[in-house]
T-cell receptor, first 114, second 113 residues
Framework: DAGVTQSPTHLIKTRGQHVTLRCSPI?????VSWYQQVLGQGPQFIFQ???????GRGNFPDRFSARQFPNYSSELNVNALLLGDSALYLC?????????????FGSGTQLSVL | GENVEQHPSTLSVQEGDSAVIKCTYS??????FPWYKQELGKGPQLIID?????GEKKDQRIAVTLNKTAKHFSLHITETQPEDSAVYFC????????????FGIGTKLQVIP
């Protein structure tokens, strides 16, 4: 069975640009979450979506947005990129998104902002 | 919000020895504690988890303990092998309406053959 898949794997952008990252959850999983991992730190929660609805949002500016599609795949959008947005962006999925469910991560998209 | 502290940040052990990673959390409402292993170029992979109604859980060479009173939890790896070398993260989550996992800063474990 395929795990969580993310695309692209690497991306280079310049300040002020916009970026879209994509994620396909494990088959049967209805919840998708996004995390940002800066080098040398643990992942930080950005969003959780379940059944196309935003369930939770972390402490990130409005430049960050996301959506989930009827097939449960998801996109993360970041506008007006800053140098500090350079990080590994991780997508994770679970069955229903309950707080104590196992969370499965993809390999991430490495975003570099120049 | 929740804050998870983890130490040590780096840990080197000889192959066959044990490794221990310790974490503390701040939010008494947290009641689910997963541990993740992250290898270079990959996303975190869940290796074991423990719920607040359990004090200890073991899976082969890996064991986790939880002290809710002290808000401490720890990971023990016995008989370490070179393939155990990776970054390990402790994390915490509570039943606050959605699935938000708060991670520690990570421990880079090196197992020396």
């Amino acid at each position: 069975d395929a795990g969580v898949t993310q695309s692209p794997t690497h991306l280079i952008k310049t300040r002020g640009q916009h970026v879209t990252l994509r994620c396909s959850p494990i088959s049967g999983h209805k919840s998708v979450s996004w995390y940002q991992q800066v080098l040398g730190q643990g992942p930080q929660f950005i969003f959780q979506y379940y059944e196309k609805e935003e369930r939770g949002r972390g402490n990130f500016p409005d430049r960050f947005s996301a959506r989930q599609f009827p097939n449960y795949s998801s996109e993360l959008n970041v506008n007006a990129l800053l140098l500090g947005d350079s990080a590994l962006y991780l997508c994770a999925s679970s069955f229903t998104g309950a707080f104590n469910e196992k969370l499965f991560f993809g390999s991430g998209t490495q975003l570099s902002v120049l | 919000g929740e804050n998870v502290e983890q130490h040590p940040s780096t840990l080197s052990v000889q192959e066959g020895d044990s490794a221990v990673i310790k974490c503390t959390y701040s939010d008494s409402a947290s009641n689910y504690f997963p541990w993740y292993k992250q290898e270079l170029g990959k996303g975190p992979q869940l290796i074991i988890d423990i719920r607040s109604n359990v004090g200890e859980k073991k899976d082969q060479r890996i064991a986790v303990t939880l002290n809710k009173t002290a808000k401490h939890f720890s990971l023990h790896i016995t008989e370490t092998q070179p393939e155990d070398s990776a970054v390990y993260f402790c994390a915490a989550s509570n039943s606050g309406g959605y699935q938000k996992v708060t991670f520690g800063i990570g421990t880079k474990l090196q197992v020396i053959p």
